[in-house]
């Protein structure tokens, strides 16, 4: 019985789940992480002793690894596969169909987007409140959103989503890694001499996303439209951020 729960969860009907369907629903959620990692959660904590969670982080991130890992060779091998639909109108009827047959790989793309809403709330229980930055917060809160936006109509996102994404998962992958062996012990940090390179992966990938759907525009592969101006200016935002960080810190 259980098992048929997952399964028709995970695989069936997904048209029709609540999550999707609801236009308040995972907002609503959004808004319910910011306001327990922000005030919530640090006010229940202030009394209390850190949680160690050394052993769930551990398994934690490297559950993150496999599943980044699983989702990024999904997400190539559909790119190649409905890479001649790159330039077509959104409402044409081969990009309609592709959007559609891959709506199961966007789904695991969302329900692991949400996942890592974890990460902020172990940094709350852990009271690691110098992790609990703006730009992690948000970070965490916009890429659930606009997943969420983007799978719940095929047309709104061009191509170049399967492109952002799948960059966005490869990298990390090398995040999570990092954590997961970070979390092993202070035996690990001399292995972890990488970090900074870390940031500047992330760094990379904003400039690159940027780049390469600029180059959609200019060859008439897409068009500027509402969705595509959101995406650009969220890329943006988020890149001045890590630049700050960067500088911040190195």
Excluded at 217 to 243: H, P, Y
Aim: proline share 3%; aromatic share 18%; hydrophobic share 50%.
């Amino acid at each position: 019985m259980l098992l048929e729960t997952v399964h028709s969860f995970l695989f069936e009907n997904l048209e029709d789940k609540t999550l999707l369907k609801n236009d308040y629903l995972l907002p609503s959620i959004i808004i319910g992480y910011v306001l327990f990692v922000k005030w919530i959660g640090p006010s229940i904590m202030e009394t209390r002793k850190p949680f160690s969670l050394r052993g769930v982080m551990v398994f934690y991130n490297f559950s993150e690894v496999l599943a980044n890992a699983f989702l990024f060779q999904w997400i190539l091998s559909e790119s190649i596969k409905w890479k001649h639909i790159r330039c077509l109108p959104h409402d044409h009827p081969s990009y309609v169909s592709a959007r559609l047959e891959t709506l199961p790989m966007w789904w695991f793309i969302l329900l692991n987007k949400m996942t890592e809403l974890l990460d902020t709330i172990f940094f709350v229980l852990r009271k690691k409140r110098n992790q609990l930055s703006m730009l992690h917060i948000v970070h965490h809160s916009a890429i659930c959103l606009i997943v969420w936006y983007l799978v719940r109509a095929p047309a709104r996102a061009g191509f170049y989503g399967f492109i952002i994404v799948g960059i966005n998962i490869a990298v990390h992958i090398v995040m999570y890694t990092y954590y997961g062996l970070s979390g092993l012990g202070p035996h690990m940090d001399k292995y972890l001499w990488w970090k900074k390179y870390l940031t500047v992966l992330q760094i990379g990938q904003f400039v690159f996303d940027i780049v390469y759907v600029f180059i959609e525009f200019l060859t008439g592969c897409e068009k500027a439209g509402f969705g595509e101006i959101l995406n650009l200016a969220f890329i943006l935002f988020l890149l001045i951020l890590f630049l700050r960080l960067y500088r911040t810190r190195y």
